[in-house]
């Protein structure tokens, strides 16, 4: 191997999700209209949550968080590929492709454990109604909230210190929109096999284990709600899950899709179409999710925006 083709790359080439002028063009309207969803969608949660007391719940307090991580999540990733569109450049430094793909996996991985978080509240209100308050007092839902982040943190941190001592050599052609772990670990010409067990350990303890606390909280949630007397009570009961349950599908099937899949079976198509469902489709479609069904939270975002116009008029 040449001396020159022995150095890490200093940037790389992001080849995007098209490589045409006119679909380019068409993805940035798409793109750019879908965030602006995302982003108004999510903020519009946080801000009525934080301005309607009646909405100062665990429940709520937890969502405000999901919306914010949602947000961080597709903003890390859709207005970066709006601006290569735009400029027609598909660069990126080696410095920010690391820090693009420390927050995608810092937010990934706060998102699915706040989702688990999110089942348990819902598993303690249907499952222990009279204790609700005391067992969900707000030290525990402080530290329930906070937990996320931190160890998000870590594992985060843990994977670009493991990608900081890879050398890349030769391509530096990355086929998809962002810097993702799989496809940079694939353009290495060091050996990866330390970093792919760390990938394999990290997707078992957030996905798998957030995955079977799921279904463990929902089957006891589930028993539970089979146990009330009256077909009102139930249906009331399972509509409170069922927004819940709806982001639980998005987020698991798309994730595991990425992640706990064979390479054999993965394509670059394959993981851009999964990447595109978790990083913009999910964050934008959440607060639809859980505002249509929530007449609480429909209620607070039209008190927010009557306050808007009152006070511009």
């Known amino acids: 191997m040449e001396p020159r083709n022995q150095t890490s790359a200093f940037e790389f080439i992001l080849l ?9 063009t068409l993805l940035f309207a798409l793109f750019l209209c879908m965030y602006v969803v995302m982003a108004m969608g999510n903020l519009s949660i946080i801000l009525a949550i934080s301005s309607d007391s009646h909405l100062h ?5 937890f969502l405000a ?15 970066k590929m709006l601006v290569n569109i735009q400029i027609r450049s598909k660069s990126i430094s080696y410095a920010c492709c690391l820090t693009q793909m420390y927050f995608f996996h810092f937010f990934g991985i706060v998102d699915s454990v706040l989702i688990a978080v999110m089942a348990y509240d819902r ?14 007092s707000p030290r525990l839902c402080g530290l329930l909230a906070g937990s996320p982040w931190v160890f998000s943190y870590f594992i985060s941190l843990t994977h670009i210190l493991l990608m900081a001592r890879l050398v890349f050599c030769g391509n530096n052609e990355l086929p998809h929109y962002f810097c993702d772990l799989t496809p940079l670990l694939r353009l290495s010409c060091t050996d990866t096999s330390v970093n792919k067990i760390f990938v394999l350990i990290v997707a078992g303890l957030v996905i798998a284990t957030t995955f079977f606390l799921l279904m463990a ?14 077909a009102g009570g ?22 595991i899709g990425v992640y706990l899949c ?3 079976v993965r394509t670059a198509v394959k993981e ?7 990083t913009t489709v999910t964050p934008m479609l959440n607060p639809f999710i859980y505002s249509l069904r929530n007449r609480d939270l429909k209620g607070a975002l039209r008190k927010l925006v009557n306050r808007k116009i009152i006070s511009s008029s």
């Not at 719940?57 to 307090?61: H, I, L, N, R, V």
């Not at 851009?272 to 978790?278: C, I, R």
């Open 272 to 278: 851009k179409a999964s990447a595109v469902m978790y």
């Open 57 to 61: 719940t665990p429940m709520y307090f």
């Open 262 to 264: 064979p390479s054999s």
């Open 217 to 230: 909280s929902y089957a006891r949630i589930i028993v539970a709600i089979m146990k009330v007397p009256s």
């Open 65 to 79: 968080n999901l919306s914010l991580v949602d947000f961080g999540l597709a903003t890390n990733t859709v207005p």
């Open 123 to 136: 598993f303690v209100a249907i499952c222990h109604p009279l204790h609700y308050t005391a067992i969900m």
């Open 16 to 24: 995007g999700l098209s490589e045409t002028p006119e679909q380019e």
């Open 234 to 255: 139930r249906k009331k009961a399972f509509s409170t899950c069922s927004s819940h349950l709806s982001v639980v599908a998005l987020l698991y099937g798309t994730t």
